[in-house]
């Protein structure tokens, strides 16, 4: 398994156990302040949590296939307990808004004073509210979108780098085959250059030798 990977993995299952821990606690104290103050620390615990599932994702999918199917599916567990852990946080987060806003409408409703424009206000705040919450899950869902599609581009160059690197790799195979060829054929010229010149010196020996027989034969019998 990758060290970096090892190493991620280790700062999220701590980060996980405390995050877990903060929420438990967190839902036994009473709505007020300290409430809201350890839902904001859960809050940027999740993000921190959210950045080293996605420093995982992009390591494993950068792992050779045999090892990067182990992780991802490893990875989807933790991102499946993450969320829960996100749904958990958001009911705290949602039970204090919700206390936050009765508050203020009681503290407005003066029996002697009570005023259809207070609550109109308070209206109008909340639904402010609801408006920035909705256009802040709609941003990060597309810096999400836009992450995950980085991943799967990281991924499919990789696999392009891994086909490239195969076809080199033949290449090489080739031209050390082309080589070898070329080194047989020239030993196999040198040799047939080498019998020619032999051949042609036992001919031209022969004829000679032949031409002293037929010299001594006519001319000395």
Wanted: charged share 30%.
């Amino acid at each position: 398994m990758s060290e970096v990977f090892e190493g991620y993995e280790r700062q999220y299952c701590e980060l996980s156990v405390s995050l877990s821990h903060k929420c438990s606690s967190a839902a036994l104290l009473p709505d007020g302040e300290p409430k809201k103050q350890q839902t904001s620390e859960l809050k940027v615990g999740l993000d921190d949590a959210d950045v080293l599932i996605r420093k995982m994702d992009l390591e494993a999918r950068s792992l050779q296939p045999s090892l990067k199917a182990a992780l991802l599916a490893k990875l989807r567990e933790y991102k499946s307990d993450l969320n829960k852990l996100k749904k958990e946080v958001n009911k705290l987060a949602l039970t204090g808004a919700n206390q936050a806003a009765h508050d203020l409408e009681s503290g407005m409703m003066d029996p002697h004073a009570a005023s259809a424009n207070h609550r109109e206000r308070l209206a109008m705040t909340t639904e402010r509210l609801d408006q920035s919450s909705d256009r802040i899950r709609e941003s990060r869902r597309a810096a999400l979108e836009t992450e995950d599609l980085g991943v799967s581009i990281l991924g499919e160059l990789q696999q392009q780098r891994e086909s490239l690197l195969n076809s080199h790799n033949r290449l090489h195979g080739v031209d050390d085959a082309i080589d070898k060829s070329k080194k047989v054929l020239t030993s196999m010229s040198r040799r047939i250059s080498r019998n020619k010149w032999i051949m042609g010196s036992v001919i031209g020996a022969l004829i000679l030798a032949i031409i002293i027989i037929l010299y001594f034969k006519l001319f000395h019998h």
